[in-house]
């Protein structure tokens, strides 16, 4: 798979110092290799492996993080800008009834799409949705529409093969409109191939309704065949917007990667099922790029480090570390900081290894914002010599540095006790330990 063939490729890459147009060669040949055979497009995949060599020259990898996470990274956010960054959602802001177009082709899951829209908008949007089927090719068509929406409770309007799609379609908005529906879907006939007749019908039944969101359906298993296809209605069609059907079995993510390169449309839906119920999905590129890598935890873990660790303090504190130097106050409090703006760490705790060796009093110490501001009040209160010198704060300076913050002496005495601890504890990491030393980038 995707994720295996990178992991591989990404464990070479470790015990490397940096990113160089050497050690990562390997890497995004692997890259490649795995788009190529995941159904992305070749141009999409050359584009893609482009980018990410230009951004892994350019990074500077944190102390605190190997090579291999760092490119991990990279290509991770990759993959997520190709597919669009952010979750699209359907626009319902037009005049009511917002009119939704299914286009595709056979056996994409137009209708089934159809249902579990109509599903989702009325529970999740709680809106008044009518359906239409405009499929008059296939006699089963109909009937199957109306037989969903009898099972989720959504209105269908009466159509019958004799009619045409446009009258059909027409009908049903005027229906719409009088019964005052907020939303009304219109499922169309697919063919099984792209053909000029299919595409005059849905520019004709898009003429007619005018839909607010024009979605073309697609079946995620039919991999590079779902780029051309995507490409043809998207030539032909004003599209607003994708629904990739059938993700829930092992299509290989390429046609998400693809398809929105290709046609610059966002993806709004998956479709993961062939039940209506809990058969859709909003589309989160994000998630999707993690589960094509599968590597969801180090990605964040990453993500959390790039963007709290100041690299340079960090830096700062490895190298004290090494020469014997002790951790003072003044440290303390820079890690305090650093803690806190990653959001306190229980957030972290179970991504790291060691974190159980922590004293559960320094734990807690560490995940609670507002003691941490305290502490932090407490250790401003000192002078210079004092949090160099922990050792000189005897009982008078304890009551001063107490009032000057706006304390007890009971809670500058925790704190010294806590210091001791956190002393203890970054001794033992900086020798060789993991967890916490680690994360911080202070564990050679
Ligand atoms: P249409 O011809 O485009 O209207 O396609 P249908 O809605 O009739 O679906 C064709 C087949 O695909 C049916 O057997 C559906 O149950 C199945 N199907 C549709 N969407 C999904 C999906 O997201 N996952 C799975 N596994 N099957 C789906
Ligand atoms: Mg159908």
Redesign the pocket.
Known sequence: SLSQRLNQSFKALRGQARLSEDNIRDALRDVRMALLEADVALPVVKDFVAEVRQKALGEEVLRSLSPGQVFIKIVNDELTRLMGSHNDRLDLQARPPVVILMA??????????SAKLALWLKEREKKRVLMVSTDVYRPA?ME?LASLGRDIAVEVFPSHPSQAPVQIARDALDAARKQVYDVLIV?TA?RLHVDEEMMAEARDLTAAVQPTELLF?VDAMTGQDAVNTAKAFDTALPLTGVIL?????DARGGAALSIRAISGKPIKFL????KVRK?LEAFHPERMASRILGMGDIVSLVEQVQQEVDVEQAQRMTDKLRKGKGFDLEDFREQLRQVERMGGLTSILDKLPGMSEIPSEAQEALQDKKPMRRLEAIINSMTMEERRHPEIIKASRRRRIAAGSGTTVAEVNKLLKQFEMMQKMFKKMGKGGKGLGRLLGMNP
């Open positions: 595709g082709l056979q056996g994409s899951g137009k209708t089934t799409t068509a199957q499922d697919g359906v059907t059938k993700a829930d079995g479709g993961v099922g062939e058969g």
